[in-house]
């Protein structure tokens, strides 16, 4: 009899609107995993988007309301440890965290400014659920292990947010110069990682708006990369990487694509959960073989 | 000077009535007071419904309706000069030349609108007139309704039977019964724009009583059922690129050499300056006349509800029926003072509350038809001095709102009357524990413009539907036939005029029938400077208007 | 018993009338001797077309309400909005799918949304307009349509968000979205339109038509009242 642990779970609204799978899948690895994860009530945008642009803490508003309901919503269940997938959310989230704990003058404006809700009192730990799955263990995942990956080969992208800026206690799930977090998930489900230079190079990210040449070219290199060293698919954390990488900025020959899946869609497989993968994409394991469709 | 004390909204000497109330609240729970017979009820409305008051009509001296007795108010209206002479208008410089022209942009207006465009006529070809802004209109307001017999226990018959009895059977039955036949399609057409008619927990259509009513087939959102319809003809209308002029009125109906109409001379409020629209078709919807303030009543219509289009419709010659038949809303608002006149909405009793006079006790069924609630009313309040009075003079009795919560769980005013409720906390007054004070307000225009079944008037080419017809209710309208009325005779005025405007054929511009109306006002000895339409009432202070110059 | 009127002075656009001070915003402008084209609408709060902003003396807060339903106070500064500039974007709602999405994509000005509230502070009719601004961000259009039903579409909200966000409009295409393929359709209405396309109810209208009034008057009174 499994005991679910809760944790606050933070979506992002990629994760709502454009990438649903990312999410679902989440719910189904946890679930297997005794995680509950306790979707903050009326949380707001992160405000990644305004606030890639400046450091004024004014633009963190939309995080800075979602921690005074996670707060709240942590004391009724008893947890004070908020959990993200997307990694541009976990990005902001942990900066703005970060800034609050280290500047007090920055918390006093933000507080003051939002004066229909309580005040945030820094002490929620934002971490990312990659973080979390290696706190609980990646052995106890490969003992849940319903059908394992055999003989399939993933090539682990970071891309920039999960790693950068580097800090102490800061944004990096792991050594931001060669992280292995990945890899190792990789393994214990049963997978083989593809080691390839450019697992942490950016994809290009917002510039697929204005000028999408340079995504297009940023991923034509990751994706050469991982395809030279022989990688099946490409997981990834974070939906606009994924965007980019699919796209590839849009010419990207359809025959050098490689799939990419959410991290959490390749768990949900290796444990006997729904993937929520899409229909085109077909991976056999039994066989030990990709099939595409 | 004394200063009133205000309890929660009320002033102190008011609470001692509402205590009486609170006393019988009980008792009243399970009480229903007796119906009126078609007698009793006759007997009620000679004796003290507005419209029986001798002195406040008179036969018009002119025109197609000549020796018919209307208000005072309305009478002014048609005895007055048109605002503008051929002279000073160059009818030969066409500004739209359009198949349909459409004098105001209210409900009917803009289904009208719609259903033309649906009927093949391409949206430049029709051109929308508004006095204030697309949508500005009584038919916003509506709190209650829209009835349609579409509930397996009811029927069109029953419906038909409703809409007969509460006009006191003077009704034009062939446009009652094309109202109660079209009502579901309406309903259904609602559905495909997106109108948030309230549902059961399935597909079910929520329907409560309204006054007059044998069944359950009000339709409502909330209790904004008149504001979201109207955004959603409104923002319909928008995306098919309908042309609209705003804050633009029609002063003049324009007539070819064959009588037919041909269009409008059309004014903008903002520059004065006047446009000529030659039109195929044109279709007058431009609602009621509440800001006439007909016996001095206050009243719940919005701001430019002045009978411009009747005054229209009268000057080419169209007949008109059943003006003296002017409907008082039972229940307007009597206190605070600030909000004296505006509507509240049937459905209040709808859901429960009762009428009561000062001392708590029941007098009247509370949802008899309209005119004889409201007669009942004003005996009460002025025949058996059981009313309660404002500070400002006047008198009302109690609506016991409280009653509703209590009859249907807490929270039922919150979800189902949510304007009122907060119509009422700005005041400070909470409708849930405290009763409101009403009184007869001046509402809806019964009569108008006579149309037949497909909408025509009695002059070619002109059009009608909506509140400026009349015919439809005979002298009473029931709640929730209003936004009923101008749906489905919009949609037929639209359907028609697009298949009249494919055959018509206009001739020389002219202004001729003003000349003529002129001279019939000389003729029958009328001398006097008003003019007509107003276009919007008059509400700027005394005091300034002693000692405002025209000179600038 | 009748209160003898005090008087209160107001700033119409800076400039001073005295006015009784029982009345309105509306009702003080018209006896200043202004007479309304723009800015009046319905009179009784539901048209939006008096939205008003409005400072009280000694306060640096900036307030927004209805002309037609708020009093004045004393030392009031106000002036109107009677038009907010926004050309409405032309949707074909029938090639719509009723997503949070969908309405993101023609109004992208949404993802630059701040949270900061302000649009809800200006709201007269005490909606939570951030709420459901975020509730599309959330994916949750049922929320927005719900939070929104009572927009009177007065404008408050859009001209003071920094993001620049023309919140009624969005509210307005969730709604309708939502009203058309989310809100499941009346059977009961379509079977009613289909027996009075067939003719059902012709022969007993018409025979209720061609009946003498004293008849109908019968079977008028006689007819059932369905119990509440």
Same mark, same amino acid.
């Given at each position: 009899?499994?005991?679910?642990?809760?944790?606050?779970?933070?979506?992002?609204?990629?994760?709502?609107?454009?990438?649903?799978?990312?999410?679902?899948?989440?719910?189904?690895?946890?679930?297997?995993?005794?995680?509950?994860?306790?979707?903050?009530?009326?949380?707001?945008?992160?405000?990644?988007?305004?606030?890639?642009?400046?450091?004024?803490?004014?633009? $963190?508003?939309?995080?800075?309301?979602?921690?005074?309901?996670?707060?709240?919503?942590?004391?009724?269940?008893?947890?004070?440890?908020?959990?993200?997938?997307?990694?541009?959310?976990?990005?902001?989230?942990?900066?703005?965290?970060?800034?609050?704990?280290?500047?007090?003058?920055?918390?006093?404006?933000?507080?003051?400014?939002?004066?229909?809700?309580?005040?945030?009192?820094?002490?929620?730990?934002?971490?990312?659920?990659?973080?979390?799955?290696?706190?609980?263990?990646?052995?106890?995942?490969?003992?849940?292990?319903?059908?394992?990956?055999?003989?399939?080969?993933?090539?682990?992208?970071?891309?920039?947010?999960?790693?950068?800026?580097?800090?102490?206690?800061?944004?990096?799930?792991?050594?931001?110069?060669?992280?292995?977090?990945?890899?190792?998930?990789?393994?214990?489900?049963?997978?083989?990682?593809?080691?390839?230079?450019?697992?942490?190079?950016?994809?290009?990210?917002?510039?697929?708006?204005?000028?999408?040449?340079?995504?297009?070219?940023?991923?034509? !290199?990751?994706?050469?990369?991982?395809?030279?060293?022989?990688?099946?698919?490409?997981?990834?954390?974070?939906?606009?990487?994924?965007?980019?990488?699919?796209?590839?900025?849009?010419?990207?020959?359809?025959?050098?694509?490689?799939?990419?899946?959410?991290?959490?869609?390749?768990?949900?497989?290796?444990?006997?959960?729904?993937?929520?993968?899409?229909?085109?994409?077909?991976?056999?394991?039994?066989?030990?073989?990709?099939?595409?469709? | 000077?004394?200063?009133?004390?205000?309890?929660?909204?009320?002033?102190?000497?008011?609470?001692?009535?509402?205590?009486?109330?609170?006393?019988?609240?009980?008792?009243?729970?399970?009480?229903?007071?007796?119906?009126?017979?078609?007698?009793?009820?006759?007997?009620?409305?000679?004796?003290?419904?507005?419209?029986?008051?001798?002195?406040?009509?008179?036969?018009?001296?002119?025109?197609?309706?000549?020796?018919?007795?209307?208000?005072?108010?309305?009478?002014?209206?048609?005895?007055?000069?048109?605002?503008?002479?051929?002279?000073?208008?160059?009818?030969?410089?066409?500004?739209?030349?359009?198949?349909?022209?459409?004098?105001?942009?209210?409900?009917?207006?803009?289904?009208?609108?719609?259903?033309?465009?649906?009927?093949?006529?391409?949206?430049?070809?029709?051109?929308?007139?508004?006095?204030?802004?697309?949508?500005?209109?009584?038919?916003?307001?509506?709190?209650?309704?829209?009835?349609?017999?579409?509930?397996?226990?009811?029927?069109?018959?029953?419906?038909?039977?409703?809409?007969?009895?509460?006009?006191?059977?003077?009704?034009?039955?062939?446009?009652?019964?094309?109202?109660?036949?079209?009502?579901?399609?309406?309903?259904?057409?609602?559905?495909?724009?997106?109108?948030?008619?309230?549902?059961?927990?399935?597909?079910?259509?929520?329907?409560?009583?309204?006054?007059?009513?044998?069944?359950?087939?009000?339709?409502?959102?909330?209790?904004?059922?008149?504001?979201?319809?109207?955004?959603?003809?409104?923002?319909?209308?928008?995306?098919?690129?309908?042309?609209?002029?705003?804050?633009?009125?029609?002063?003049?109906?324009?007539?070819?050499?064959?009588?037919?109409?041909?269009?409008?001379?059309?004014?903008?409020?903002?520059?004065?300056?006047?446009? @000529?629209?030659?039109?195929?078709?044109?279709?007058?919807?431009?609602?009621?006349?509440?800001?006439?303030?007909?016996?001095?009543?206050?009243?719940?219509?919005?701001?430019?509800?002045?009978?411009?289009?009747?005054?229209?419709?009268?000057?080419?010659?169209?007949?008109?029926?059943?003006?003296?038949?002017?409907?008082?809303?039972?229940?307007?608002?009597?206190?605070?003072?600030?909000?004296?006149?505006?509507?509240?909405?049937?459905?209040?009793?709808?859901?429960?509350?009762?009428?009561?006079?000062?001392?708590?006790?029941?007098?009247?069924?509370?949802?008899?038809?309209?005119?004889?609630?409201?007669?009942?009313?004003?005996?009460?309040?002025?025949?058996?001095?059981?009313?309660?009075?404002?500070?400002?003079?006047?008198?009302?009795?109690?609506?016991?709102?409280?009653?509703?919560?209590?009859?249907?769980?807490?929270?039922?005013?919150?979800?189902?009357?949510?304007?009122?409720?907060?119509?009422?906390?700005?005041?400070?007054?909470?409708?849930?524990?405290?009763?409101?004070?009403?009184?007869?307000?001046?509402?809806?225009?019964?009569?108008?413009?006579?149309?037949?079944?497909?909408?025509?008037?009695?002059?070619?080419?002109?059009?009608?539907?909506?509140?400026?017809?009349?015919?439809?209710?005979?002298?009473?309208?029931?709640?929730?036939?209003?936004?009923?009325?101008?749906?489905?005779?919009?949609?037929?005025?639209?359907?028609?005029?697009?298949?009249?405007?494919?055959?018509?054929?206009?001739?020389?511009?002219?202004?001729?029938?003003?000349?003529?109306?002129?001279?019939?006002?000389?003729?029958?000895?009328?001398?006097?400077?008003?003019?007509?339409?107003?276009?919007?009432?008059?509400?700027?202070?005394?005091?300034?208007?002693?000692?405002?110059?025209?000179?600038? | 018993?009748?209160? !003898?009127?005090?008087?209160?002075?107001?700033?119409?656009?800076?400039?001073?009338?005295?006015?009784?001070?029982?009345?309105?915003?509306?009702?003080?402008?018209?006896?200043?001797?202004?007479?309304?084209?723009?800015?009046?609408?319905?009179?009784?709060?539901?048209?939006?077309?008096?939205?008003?902003?409005?400072?009280?003396?000694?306060?640096?807060?900036?307030?927004?309400?209805?002309?037609?339903?708020?009093?004045?106070?004393?030392?009031?500064?106000? @002036?109107?909005?009677?038009?907010?500039?926004?050309?409405?974007?032309?949707?074909?709602?029938?090639?719509? !799918?009723?997503?949070?999405?969908? @309405?993101?994509?023609?109004?992208?000005?949404?993802?630059?949304?701040?949270?900061?509230?302000?649009?809800?502070?200006?709201?007269?009719?005490?909606?939570?307009?951030?709420?459901?601004?975020?509730?599309?961000?959330?994916?949750?259009?049922?929320?927005?349509?719900?939070?929104?039903?009572?927009?009177?579409?007065?404008?408050?909200?859009?001209?003071?968000?920094?993001?620049?966000?023309? $919140?009624?409009?969005?509210?307005?295409?969730?709604?309708?979205?939502?009203?058309?393929?989310?809100?499941?359709?009346?059977?009961?209405?379509?079977?009613?339109?289909?027996?009075?396309?067939?003719?059902?109810?012709?022969?007993?209208?018409?025979?209720?038509?061609?009946?003498?009034?004293?008849?109908?008057?019968?079977?008028?009174?006689?007819?059932?009242?369905?119990?509440?």
């Amino acid at each position: 009899m499994v005991i679910m642990v809760k944790v606050l779970y933070y979506p992002g609204c990629s994760l709502k609107n454009t990438y649903p799978e990312f999410e679902k899948s989440a719910y189904e690895v946890c679930k297997k995993l005794g995680l509950e994860l306790v979707e903050i009530p009326d949380w707001n945008c992160c405000g990644v988007v305004p606030s890639l642009a400046a450091d004024n803490v004014m633009r $963190h508003i939309g995080a800075v309301r979602s921690f005074i309901n996670a707060q709240e919503k942590g004391r009724e269940i008893g947890t004070n440890i908020v959990v993200t997938l997307c990694s541009m959310c976990y990005n902001v989230l942990k900066r703005v965290n970060l800034i609050l704990k280290e500047e007090p003058d920055m918390l006093e404006t933000v507080n003051a400014f939002i004066d229909d809700q309580p005040d945030y009192i820094p002490e929620l730990k934002i971490v990312h659920l990659l973080n979390l799955l290696k706190e609980i263990g990646f052995e106890k995942l490969e003992e849940k292990l319903n059908n394992p990956l055999r003989g399939l080969k993933v090539a682990p992208y970071y891309g920039c947010a999960l790693l950068r800026p580097n800090k102490p206690d800061g944004v990096p799930i792991d050594d931001p110069e060669n992280p292995t977090i990945l890899e190792n998930l990789i393994k214990s489900v049963g997978a083989e990682p593809v080691d390839f230079p450019f697992k942490m190079e950016c994809c290009g990210n917002y510039h697929v708006v204005f000028e999408p040449n340079i995504v297009e070219m940023r991923t034509k !290199k990751i994706i050469g990369s991982a395809r030279s060293e022989k990688a099946d698919i490409i997981v990834s954390s974070c939906p606009l990487c994924t965007y980019n990488l699919e796209r590839g900025g849009g010419t990207v020959d359809r025959s050098e694509q490689i799939p990419v899946v959410f991290f959490t869609q390749l768990l949900a497989l290796a444990l006997g959960a729904e993937p929520y993968l899409p229909t085109e994409l077909n991976i056999n394991f039994k066989r030990n073989r990709r099939r595409k469709v | 000077m004394s200063k009133l004390k205000i309890v929660r909204g009320y002033p102190e000497y008011m609470r001692e009535s509402i205590e009486a109330v609170e006393k019988t609240r009980e008792k009243r729970l399970k009480e229903t007071f007796p119906l009126m017979s078609l007698e009793e009820r006759d007997e009620i409305l000679r004796k003290f419904h507005p419209d029986y008051k001798e002195e406040a009509k008179r036969p018009v001296k002119v025109g197609p309706n000549k020796g018919d007795l209307m208000p005072h108010e309305v009478a002014d209206l048609l005895e007055a000069h048109p605002l503008i002479k051929p002279k000073d208008v160059d009818l030969s410089k066409v500004d739209f030349n359009v198949d349909i022209l459409i004098i105001g942009g209210g409900g009917a207006g803009m289904t009208a609108a719609l259903w033309a465009n649906y009927s093949g006529v391409d949206a430049e070809n029709i051109l929308i007139v508004q006095k204030l802004r697309l949508g500005d209109s009584n038919s916003i307001m509506s709190q209650g309704g829209i009835q349609a017999a579409d509930k397996p226990n009811d029927s069109p018959v029953l419906h038909y039977l409703d809409v007969m009895g509460g006009g006191h059977f003077t009704n034009d039955q062939k446009l009652a019964r094309r109202l109660v036949l079209d009502a579901s399609l309406i309903i259904k057409w609602h559905e495909e724009l997106g109108v948030m008619y309230d549902r059961e927990s399935d597909d079910t259509m929520v329907t409560i009583h309204g006054g007059g009513t044998c069944r359950k087939r009000m339709h409502s959102a909330r209790d904004y059922t008149g504001l979201e319809i109207v955004r959603n003809l409104k923002d319909e209308v928008l995306n098919k690129n309908i042309p609209i002029l705003e804050f633009t009125s029609a002063v003049e109906l324009l007539t070819d050499e064959h009588k037919q109409i041909a269009g409008a001379v059309l004014y903008n409020m903002e520059t004065q300056e006047y446009y @000529v629209a030659k039109a195929k078709s044109t279709i007058l919807t431009t609602g009621g006349f509440g800001r006439l303030h007909i016996q001095e009543f206050p009243t719940t219509n919005h701001y430019g509800a002045t009978a411009d289009g009747i005054v229209l419709a009268y000057r080419v010659g169209a007949k008109l029926r059943d003006l003296e038949a002017v409907q008082y809303h039972p229940t307007g608002v009597a206190y605070p003072e600030q909000i004296v006149g505006l509507l509240v909405t049937e459905k209040v009793r709808g859901l429960g509350a009762q009428p009561v006079n000062r001392n708590g006790e029941q007098f009247v069924y509370p949802r008899e038809p309209r005119d004889v609630e409201a007669s009942a009313i004003i005996r009460e309040c002025y025949e058996r001095n059981n009313g309660v009075e404002t500070p400002t003079g006047m008198k009302g009795v109690w609506l016991d709102s409280p009653m509703i919560d209590i009859l249907h769980g807490e929270g039922t005013i919150a979800k189902k009357l949510p304007a009122m409720l907060r119509q009422y906390k700005r005041f400070d007054i909470d409708m849930t524990q405290d009763p409101i004070l009403v009184f007869p307000t001046l509402h809806f225009q019964n009569g108008g413009v006579i149309i037949n079944e497909n909408a025509e008037t009695t002059v070619q080419g002109l059009f009608a539907a909506g509140e400026i017809t009349g015919g439809t209710h005979g002298k009473n309208r029931l709640m929730g036939n209003s936004i009923l009325d101008y749906s489905v005779f919009g949609r037929i005025a639209g359907i028609t005029a697009a298949k009249h405007a494919k055959n018509a054929k206009i001739g020389k511009l002219t202004l001729d029938h003003v000349t003529r109306y002129e001279k019939m006002l000389k003729e029958a000895g009328i001398e006097t400077d008003r003019n007509a339409p107003i276009l919007l009432p008059e509400y700027r202070g005394e005091k300034v208007l002693s000692r405002a110059l025209d000179i600038f | 018993m009748t209160e !003898k009127k005090t008087m209160a002075t107001i700033y119409i656009m800076g400039k001073a009338y005295k006015v009784p001070s029982t009345l309105t915003i509306m009702k003080a402008i018209e006896y200043a001797g202004y007479r309304f084209i723009r800015g009046c609408g319905c009179r009784g709060g539901f048209c939006g077309a008096c939205t008003t902003f409005y400072r009280v003396k000694n306060d640096y807060k900036l307030n927004v309400d209805l002309a037609c339903q708020k009093i004045i106070e004393d030392g009031m500064y106000i @002036v109107q909005l009677p038009f907010i500039p926004a050309e409405k974007p032309i949707w074909d709602l029938n090639k719509m !799918k009723p997503t949070t999405d969908e @309405v993101i994509s023609v109004f992208p000005e949404i993802t630059r949304c701040l949270s900061c509230n302000v649009c809800t502070a200006a709201c007269p009719q005490d909606i939570e307009v951030m709420r459901a601004i975020q509730a599309l961000r959330r994916g949750d259009l049922e929320k927005t349509v719900d939070l929104t039903f009572d927009c009177i579409a007065c404008g408050a909200c859009s001209i003071r968000c920094p993001a620049e966000i023309t $919140h009624y409009q969005v509210f307005q295409l969730a709604r309708r979205a939502y009203g058309k393929y989310v809100m499941p359709k009346a059977k009961h209405v379509e079977e009613r339109i289909k027996e009075i396309e067939s003719g059902k109810f012709d022969e007993e209208i018409q025979r209720l038509m061609e009946t003498s009034v004293d008849n109908l008057k019968g079977i008028y009174e006689k007819r059932e009242i369905e119990p509440e």
